[in-house]
């Protein structure tokens, strides 16, 4: 309840329009109510919902079921499911080696300890090739920065450390690290691989848990709905910690590549003065799964064919290494947590009685955790006739502190950014955008397989300021719970922060909606480019 939380008596006037109802909202029971979803989105019996299991297809189930309830009409292409074929890549470590080879001394690599295969469908089971040291492996040309500039790459392997310069700006710095435009900018210079170091500025997994994820599918869509450029014969992921090994022959040392991106200055390029080896046993074959999608019709006949989207993932990574006994990846918060909230916000939809003028369109979309890939369907094979004009995402919000600051993906980019600052002001809350544009968040999640096609987009989370105890307790968060068994039901939520959460992200929605004009790109955004 409100009473002595003067930023919870805030949000009441603010969340229902100024107008104070007669009852203040029990954000505590809405917390509950958006729980219960958690809790079998989440349970073990779902076995971490990964894309094409058993687990995903009875979340699928739970989630049509909460959206019919909710009176969203079907707006898939199977009543409320869209489905999509998905290549699958599995690694058979047993008989696979990856290898340095130094004029005819052949040394190798320890899957698991410091390298690991990450599989794409243009893996080749045999690549034996020089290495090169790449900088960033950034080709920027709006910005005139080419990390390939005057060096030969062709049949050869490029090895780079994630990131780019601090002065380069964020959202360039991440649309250039999204998973195409490597492989498109890697093809155009002829290497056939690519080894990836983790930047230590942006390391969101230790290295332990990302090793322990490489016996999980990678995937592919089947009909990705674009010009996808092909996989890199071979991608290789290398231990930061680990990385000298690689510079052994190169006449440098990593170190000191460590020190320049300390220090913010250019990276050198190089040879390795080695080659590298690689035999992948491969398992292929092929999944069926599905996107969830209802629609809240919109009134205004001028209007209604035009959709403003909200999104969240429900795929997890399923079943995994074990970490203190547990398999079970649950996914509590990534992205349990988000998929409850479409279901609590289009209950809130019904129980209002709203009556917006575009529609609002709702999809739980799959294959998030393996490259964007269920809303990547979607916006290229959209099933409603008409106009997506505006995408709300939500993953991994993380309500695990009180409801302070809104962080807000992509605020400068878009007049949406206006919207969400208009819909906070009074509420007590304050709007910030991304502090950590190191990590690639806006690339990161669904919202930018709709940027991609011109539609301007948000993703949300909690927020909170450098230094203070919830930044302690998120960066805690991330290395104990991020992609580990520890998502699960019994961490510490603020249930009060959750409600609020959606109330805000409703507010928005219908704000959005019942705008004279859809949104746009800001002039000055790099993202206006998609538009069409």
Not at 393 to 401: L, R, V
Not at 456 to 466: C, R
């Amino acid at each position: 309840m409100t009473s002595g939380n003067p930023l919870r008596a805030a949000l009441v006037p603010f969340l229902f329009g100024g107008a104070i109802p007669s009852e203040a909202p029990d954000w505590n029971a809405l917390g509950k109510r958006w729980w219960s979803h958690v809790e079998f989105l989440a349970d073990d019996a779902l076995e971490g919902r990964d894309t094409g299991s058993r687990g995903y297809a009875k979340a699928a189930e739970y989630v049509e079921a909460r959206f019919r309830a909710a009176g969203l009409k079907p707006a898939g292409t199977r009543g409320y499911r869209q489905p999509m074929e998905f290549d699958v890549e599995e690694i058979d470590e047993a008989r696979s080696s990856l290898e340095l080879v130094h004029g005819g001394s052949a040394k190798p690599l320890r899957f698991g300890e410091e390298a690991m295969f990450y599989l794409t469908a243009g893996a080749e089971e045999s690549v034996d090739a020089e290495a090169v040291f790449v900088g960033y492996g950034l080709a920027v040309p709006e910005l005139g920065y080419d990390d390939f500039a005057d060096q030969n790459l062709k049949g050869k392997i490029a090895v780079l450390v994630s990131g780019g310069p601090a002065a380069m700006p964020g959202p360039i710095k991440a649309h250039y690290q999204w998973s195409y435009e490597r492989r498109r900018a890697l093809r155009r210079v002829g290497a056939v691989g690519m080894v990836r170091i983790a930047n230590p500025k942006s390391i969101d997994l230790p290295w332990s848990r990302m090793a322990a994820s490489r016996f999980q599918p990678k995937m592919e869509l089947r009909d990705p709905g674009e010009d996808a450029p092909a996989g890199l014969p071979v991608f290789v992921y290398f231990d930061t910690d680990r990385a000298e090994r690689l510079f052994e022959w190169s006449g440098h040392r990593f170190r000191e590549v460590l020190d320049a991106i300390e220090h913010d200055r250019p990276l050198p390029h190089f040879p390795l003065g080695a080659r590298i080896r690689s035999r992948a046993a491969i398992r292929r074959s092929r999944v069926t799964c599905e996107n969830v999608a209802g629609v809240y019709p919109g009134s205004d006949p001028a209007l209604k064919d035009e959709f403003v989207v909200l999104t969240a993932h429900l795929d997890h990574v399923g079943i995994g290494a074990p970490v203190n006994g547990d398999r079970i990846y649950s996914g509590a918060m990534d992205n349990a947590s988000g998929s409850a909230s479409l279901i609590e916000i289009a209950n809130s939809l019904k129980k209002s009685g709203a009556r917006p003028r575009r529609s609002i369109l709702f999809v739980a979309v799959t294959g998030e955790e393996k490259g964007l890939l269920g809303s990547q369907y979607y916006a290229a094979h959209p099933t409603v006739k008409g106009t997506m004009v505006a995408n709300l995402n939500m993953d991994c919000f993380n309500p695990i502190f009180p409801l302070k600051y809104l962080e807000v993906q992509g605020l400068e980019e878009s007049t949406l950014g206006d919207d969400v600052r208009a819909v906070a002001s009074g509420s007590g809350i304050r709007v910030q955008s991304d502090h950590e544009p190191e990590r690639n968040l806006f690339i990161r999640s669904d919202q930018y397989s709709f940027i991609r096609k011109g539609v301007p987009a948000l993703m949300f989370g909690l927020g909170f300021l450098p230094g203070s105890p919830e930044e302690k307790i998120m960066k805690a968060w991330l290395a104990e719970r991020y992609h580990a068994p520890a998502d699960d039901l019994a961490q510490p939520v603020d249930l009060v922060a959750a409600a609020q959460f959606n109330a805000i992200l409703e507010r928005l929605t219908l704000r959005v909606a019942d705008a004279d004009r859809r949104p746009d790109w800001k002039p000055e955004s790099f993202f206006r480019r998609f538009v069409r």
